[in-house]
T-cell receptor, first 114, second 112 residues
Framework: ETGVTQSPTHLIKTRGQQVTLRCSSQ?????VSWYQQALGQGPQFIFQ???????GRGNFPPRFSGLQFPNYSSELNVNALELDDSALYLC?????????????FGAGTRLSVL | QQQVKQSPQSLIVQKGGISIINCAYE??????FPWYQQFPGKGPALLIA???DVSEKKEGRFTISFNKSAKQFSLHIMDSQPGDSATYFC???????????WGAGTKLIIKP
């Protein structure tokens, strides 16, 4: 196990609703990255948080937002849910922000939008 | 230019055989190429990674071969075991940029 925990494991929402996903990073890690993994696809980078600040963002609309807390845990919020938001959402924590900093992934939250 | 193309989509190999998964990229600025392994119900886990200053890296039964001129890299799993059955992803990033660009994945099944 990686020590990265995500909650909830599964979630069902309807179109237009809002959702909050949570991630507890591995002990000592100050960086959290969020990814969206559609069925049969590789993960797509959403954004990264480093010491409570957004440190970069992928090609996702503003209705995808996040937070990182002083204990380095993190939330991903998605507003105005669309059917295409149905996916596995992965959180990864790392010691730093560089590409050599190994990212340890949680098991993900499976979001279904009906 | 940001894409990483991975093949095959699925692969069946007999126990003890060699599994080979290939990836190709376009962006010559990429300089970090990891492979991730994902089991059902789990997040991806880093398996092995390479930088373009070497043409091959080996860790146990896992080897990455890198061809800079062809902009291709591949994962070889020697003496494949049923426990290797998983989905494998290649990825790439550039410089200190943490944003990994991922391939679409290869579902590997090792038949006993």
């Amino acid at each position: 196990e990686t020590g990265v925990t995500q909650s909830p494991t599964h979630l069902i929402k309807t179109r237009g609703q809002q959702v909050t996903l949570r991630c507890s990073s591995q002990s000592g890690h100050n960086t959290v990255s969020w990814y969206q993994q559609a069925l049969g696809q590789g993960p797509q980078f959403i954004f990264q948080y480093y010491r409570e600040e957004e440190n970069g963002r992928g090609n996702f609309p503003p209705r995808f937002s996040g937070l990182q807390f002083p204990n380095y845990s993190s939330e991903l919020n998605v507003n105005a849910l669309e059917l295409d938001d149905s996916a596995l959402y992965l959180c990864a924590s790392s010691l730093g922000t560089g590409n050599m900093d190994i990212q340890y992934f949680g098991a993900g939250t499976r979001l279904s939008v009906l | 230019q940001q894409q990483v193309k991975q093949s095959p989509q699925s692969l069946i190999v007999q126990k003890g055989g060699i599994s080979i998964i290939n990836c190709a990229y376009e962006n010559t600025a990429f300089d970090y190429f990891p492979w991730y392994q994902q089991f059902p119900g789990k997040g991806p886990a880093l398996l092995i990674a390479i930088r373009p200053d070497v043409s091959e890296k080996k860790e146990g039964r896992f080897t990455i071969s890198f061809n800079k001129s062809a902009k291709q890299f591949s994962l070889h799993i020697m003496d494949s075991q049923p426990g290797d059955s998983a989905t494998y992803f290649c990825a790439a990033s550039r410089g200190s940029n943490y944003q990994l660009i991922w391939g679409a994945g290869t579902k590997l099944i090792i038949k006993p």
